[in-house]
């Protein structure tokens, strides 16, 4: 699935834009250093990935720096493996005063010689914009 604005290769199962609205924000391989000693990836390292992931709608909409406040919701649904294809998806869902309120949605595409795509991680994040000094400034001035 494409479109004008996201032209992607054929290769690639997962489109730019989710039925839920989420748009494709970032995209990442999981390497061996990424792992925890059950072989898994470690959870911390996917919840990094998701802050950044969630940072770039309010870095849009508030046209500036921003700083997470706060992790309403995290669930890991499915392990993540070692090679997966992680493709992440953001909606923003709440425009505050100086907030921006974000769902992240994580799917991967796994086993290149069968293809196929598992939703591994939900969340829900809200960023702060800040100013040159680290305050909130108003996400939309004026
Ligand atoms: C984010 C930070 C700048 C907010 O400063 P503050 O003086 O507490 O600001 P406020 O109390 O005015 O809150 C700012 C906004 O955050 C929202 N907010 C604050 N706490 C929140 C929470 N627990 N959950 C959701 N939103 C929250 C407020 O509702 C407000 O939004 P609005 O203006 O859209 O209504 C400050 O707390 C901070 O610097 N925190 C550390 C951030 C950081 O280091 N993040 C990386 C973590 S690894």
Redesign the pocket.
């Known amino acids: 699935m494409t479109d004008a604005s996201c032209p992607l290769p054929a290769p690639y199962l997962m489109p730019c834009q989710t039925d839920e609205g989420g748009e494709l924000v970032m995209r990442v391989i999981p390497m061996p250093a990424d792992a925890n000693p059950n072989g898994d990836i470690f959870g911390g390292w996917i919840m990094a990935q998701v802050?950044l992931a969630g940072a770039v709608l309010p870095i849009r909409v508030s046209r500036g720096r921003v700083?997470?406040?706060?992790v309403?919701q995290f669930i890991f649904k499915q392990p993540v493996s070692i090679g997966d294809l992680l493709s992440f998806y953001a909606r923003v869902t709440?425009?505050?005063?100086?907030?921006?309120?974000v769902h992240v949605d994580v799917f991967a595409e796994r086993n290149p010689a069968e293809p196929h795509v598992v939703k591994v991680t939900e969340a829900s994040l809200?960023?702060?914009a800040?100013d040159a000094q680290?305050?909130?400034r108003?996400?939309q001035p004026g």
């Open positions: 802050d700083t997470t406040v706060a309403n709440r425009v505050g005063n100086t907030s921006v309120t809200t960023y702060v800040i680290g305050r909130p108003p996400v």
